[in-house]
């Protein structure tokens, strides 16, 4: 009877967490974009969900913005101001790197899945850059040179190694 409870929970237990999670985001978003309104237009205009759907109208909205050169400029200043401060600068490049995972219009550095053989050692790994000319000498030293990352399990971190391109196989695999 352990057994089935315990295989019960080990089987209910993801799939609770990622509801509640869902829900806990939802009302967070609603609360974030809904309250303003219900504040400013009082109880009687506001609804549930309200803060989602105005959300979604922010989110097309600044979209459609930085498709126009003059805001992405701004933007783009914006973002070098940000990168210059130095506690926002940890927080806004790593979230930006998160995001940029999200972002299927451009091209994704993380793309190709693969498997090194290297002296016999054979692991599956992403390629995250081919070329190394914005970073410090001496690393990827060789146009040959590739750098591959290798995800520990939970995706909590990894290791990123640089080897040469002839211990490379593409493998025909999705990232995720």
Request: charged share 15%; glycine share 10%.
């Amino acid at each position: 009877m352990k057994k089935t409870l315990l295989r019960g929970f080990i089987g209910l237990a993801p799939i609770l967490i990622c509801i509640v999670l869902i829900v806990w985001i939802v009302n967070q978003l609603d609360w974030l974009f809904g309250k303003p309104i219900a504040w400013i237009f009082g109880d009687k205009v506001y609804f549930p969900g309200m803060g989602i759907i105005i959300g979604l109208v922010i989110l097309f909205l600044m979209g459609l913005l930085l498709n126009n050169w003059v805001i992405q400029n701004f933007y783009n200043w914006f973002e070098r101001l940000l990168k210059r401060i130095p506690l926002l600068k940890t927080i806004y490049t790593s979230i930006n790197d998160l995001m940029s995972f999200f972002n299927t219009g451009q091209k994704k550095e993380m793309g190709k899945v693969v498997l090194v053989d290297y002296k016999g050692i054979k692991m599956i790994g992403l390629v995250t850059r081919e070329t190394f000319d914005d970073l410090p000498k001496g690393i990827g030293t060789s146009h040959e040179d590739v750098a591959v990352f290798f995800p520990f399990s939970y995706q909590i971190g990894g290791m990123t190694v640089i080897v040469p391109k002839s211990c490379i196989q593409p493998v025909d695999m999705n990232i995720e």
